[in-house]
């Protein structure tokens, strides 16, 4: 059975791989913050269980029903992970969640923004790259999508299943067949058994695409 629908995989399986190879940099500039004649102390706060729950309520926000119980659950979220990016300022995880959801809501510019920050913390993280592409991937962005994604491969993504899987995808959707090919099968070696891969790498395989002249000038 042949592979369906580029671009699409289980949520929950993109999210639990990718935050597995999350390490957090618990750096803290201080753990206080100013608003006014104020200063709020953050630093007695765990980072650990606000990142948690978090999470948590990230991924509720994702499976919720409907609208009113994905907007609270969202919201929610926005709470743990602001916090999260106080007490550890100087950590590119929050401002990415916060990014994340800013984009499931339609928020443009307040995504871009976040994963802005997330940016000028650490510009080659992969876990802030690859789901920069995913915001690009959404907005129809290809080329730029390739970029991020490869960033994230290349730094620290190399063995990471999904990583892989939406190169192949991209590949493909572009047209670069002996790419596709190539990231399919690395996909495959990794695990062999999260995909029906065999029959995509099989078929890409019969077009026997190496021999087309057409193939080769629309890659030159």
């Given at each position: 059975m042949h592979c369906k629908n580029l671009f699409v995989i289980s949520f929950p399986l993109v999210f639990m791989i990718l935050l597995c190879q999350y390490p957090p940099s618990f750096a803290s500039d201080s753990g206080y913050s100013r608003y006014g004649n104020f200063v709020v102390d953050y630093s007695m706060l765990s980072g650990e269980k606000l990142r948690r729950e978090g999470d948590e309520y990230f991924v509720k926000g994702y499976d919720s029903p409907t609208k009113g119980?994905?907007?609270?659950?969202?919201?929610?979220?926005?709470?743990?992970?602001?916090?999260?990016?106080?007490?550890?300022?100087?950590?590119?995880?929050?401002?990415v969640q916060m990014a994340r959801i800013n984009d499931e809501k339609g928020n443009d510019i307040l995504a871009k923004n976040y994963y802005n920050k997330a940016f000028n913390l650490d510009k080659r993280n992969p876990y802030t790259n690859f789901?920069?592409?995913?915001?690009?991937?959404?907005?129809?962005?290809?080329h730029k999508a390739l970029k991020y994604y490869l960033t994230a491969y290349n730094n620290g993504y190399k063995n990471n299943y999904v990583t892989n899987l939406k190169l192949a995808e991209l590949y493909e959707k572009l047209g670069d067949m002996e790419k596709a090919q190539n990231f399919y099968e690395a996909s495959y070696k990794i695990d062999p058994a999260a995909g029906n891969l065999i029959d995509k790498i099989e078929s890409i395989k019969a077009l026997d695409y190496e021999n087309h002249e057409y193939y080769h000038r629309i890659r030159e």
């Open positions: 119980e994905q907007d609270n659950n969202y919201q929610t979220a926005m709470q743990k992970y602001y916090m999260l990016s106080k007490v550890y300022p100087a950590d590119y995880y929050a401002y789901y920069f592409a995913e915001y690009n991937i959404k907005r129809g962005r290809f």
